[in-house]
T-cell receptor, first 115, second 115 residues
Framework: ETGVTQTPRHLVMGMTNKKSLKCEQHLGHNAMYWYKQSAKKPLELMFVYNFKEQTENNSVPSRFSPECPNSSHLFLHLHTLQPEDSALYLC??????????????FGPGTRLTVL | AQSVTQPDIHITVSEGASLELRCNYSYGATPYLFWYVQSPGQGLQLLLKYFSGDTLVQGIKGFEAEFKRSQSSFNLRKPSVHWSDAAEYFCAVVTFTGGGNKLTFGTGTQLKVEL
């Protein structure tokens, strides 16, 4: 596969469940990102990883736990979520994190519904 | 703080008609600007970007955008819209922070194309 892939594409979970979102990039990039896209709101940056190290946490609640085992893979572990966490979660990657002229490439997203 | 405004939430055009999507930014220095498109159920795809130089930027799928510093604008245009252009369009600006640079997105413009 090429580009940025995300699995699963759709996820329905209860508030007491634990699940994980996976992102994989095939572009040889060194930086990866998680964004949250809610209806009628701008994309919200959640986390940034650069060379496997977290460089930004945008005040995200601890019920969201990211993991970046290597520069090609990024996970978002979910536990004890709230209905307002229902959204499209987008993963992106770029060559390095983020410089002025760097371009981010996005995956198709995971549509999360919390019941 | 840097910000992006997309004044039009929804736009409807007829197939074959011209298109202009508005984007206004707030930033004191020369901004780095992007246009992304998101088709239903998909992630964001980069259409074009402006960093410096020629203020008229050509992108993919026949789109172009013009950077106008005097108006703080970076409007997206297409001379003749195709039905497949129906999607949501996002303008973004690089935001410079103490922890690095990141993308700040507008709220998006939903484009509907009438046949």
């Amino acid at each position: 596969e090429t580009g940025v892939t995300q699995t699963p594409r759709h996820l329905v979970m209860g508030m007491t469940n634990k699940k994980s979102l996976k992102c994989e990039q095939h572009l040889g990039h060194n930086a990866m990102y998680w964004y949250k896209q809610s209806a009628k709101k701008p994309l919200e940056l959640m986390f940034v990883y650069n060379f496997k190290e977290q460089t930004e946490n945008n005040s995200v609640p601890s019920r969201f736990s990211p993991e970046c085992p290597n520069s090609s893979h990024l996970f978002l572990h979910l536990h004890t979520l709230q209905p307002e966490d229902s959204a499209l979660y987008l993963c992106a990657s770029s060559q390095v994190a983020p410089t002025s002229t760097d371009t981010q490439y996005f995956g198709p997203g995971t549509r999360l519904t919390v019941l | 703080a840097q910000s992006v405004t997309q004044p039009d939430i929804h736009i409807t055009v007829s197939e074959g008609a011209s298109l202009e999507l508005r984007c206004n930014y707030s930033y004191g220095a020369t901004p780095y600007l992007f246009w992304y498109v998101q088709s239903p159920g998909q992630g964001l795809q980069l259409l074009l970007k402006y960093f410096s130089g020629d203020t008229l930027v050509q992108g993919i799928k026949g789109f172009e955008a013009e950077f106008k510093r005097s108006q703080s604008s970076f409007n997206l245009r297409k001379p003749s819209v195709h039905w497949s252009d129906a999607a949501e369009y996002f303008c973004a600006v690089v935001t410079f922070t103490g922890g690095g640079n990141k993308l700040t997105f507008g709220t998006g413009t939903q484009l509907k194309v009438e046949l």
